[in-house]
């Protein structure tokens, strides 16, 4: 089984300040982990994703992760958040058990105060 | 050379109606997805197909069926169409069924059942 838990529902920062999305996750297989953002009224988007390579992850637009195994954490980090950054970000973890399983989990919604 | 293609992209009908919605992508993809995204914006997988055959199929209501006439295709038909139906229903397609390849998501089909 696995399962993904985004830890704030939203998170509001002010423009030019650091953004910190947080996201855990369980797998009872080595896992794949990804980051989408989905900006209003649009599909979703690959931020970055973690493979079982580098454990520090960067993505487009400044967006980077780091996959901690210890702590099963994979938070999202931004050094400066930007006004187009407003968006909702999903974290996603996904296994092969045969097949590929996803499991998305339930999305932060992040504002950018100017 | 939009990669994931859906229509329509908003549907709007009566309960009891039988609707469907189209999915294509270009992208030469061997597997695709239909998503449905509730009004929290949760997504929940319910359908997976790999080359043209059925991989994933969550707990969703026989009334809704896939169809995947080639494997650039994937078609979600409804029937009997209930109020609860009503949501965003995204597409998606990733290379390969393996876990450690990211998705890439059509605009999403707004579906509102009155």
């Known amino acids: 089984a696995q399962s993904v838990t985004q830890l704030d529902s939203h998170v509001s920062v002010s423009e030019g300040t650091p953004v910190l999305l947080r996201c855990n996750y369980s797998s009872s297989y080595s896992p794949s982990l990804f980051w989408y953002v989905q900006h209003p009224n649009k599909g979703l988007q690959l931020l970055l994703k973690y493979t079982s390579a580098a454990t520090l992850v960067k993505g487009i637009n400044g967006f980077e992760a780091e996959f901690k195994k210890s702590e099963t954490s994979f938070h999202l980090t931004k050094p400066s958040a930007h006004m187009s950054d407003a968006a909702e970000y999903f974290c996603v973890v996904s296994v092969s058990g045969g097949y590929q399983k996803v499991t998305f989990g339930t999305g932060t919604k992040l504002q950018v105060i100017p | 050379d939009t990669a994931v293609s859906q229509t329509p992209k908003y549907l709007v009908t009566q309960m009891g109606n039988d609707k469907s919605i189209k999915c294509e992508q270009n992208?030469?993809?061997?597997?695709m997805y239909w998503y449905k995204q509730d009004s929290k914006k949760f997504l929940k997988i319910m359908f997976s197909?790999?080359?043209?055959?059925?991989?994933i199929n969550e707990t969703v209501p026989n009334r809704f069926s896939p169809k995947s006439p080639d494997k650039a295709h994937l078609n979600l038909h409804i029937n009997s169409l209930e109020l609860g139906d009503s949501a965003v229903y995204f597409c998606?397609?990733?290379?390969?069924?393996?876990?450690?390849?990211?998705?890439?998501f059509g605009p999403g089909t707004r579906l509102t059942v009155t």
């Open positions: 197909y790999n080359n043209k055959e059925l991989i």
């Open positions: 998606a397609s990733s290379p390969t069924s393996a876990s450690s390849y990211e998705q890439y």
């Open positions: 992208l030469g993809h061997d597997t």
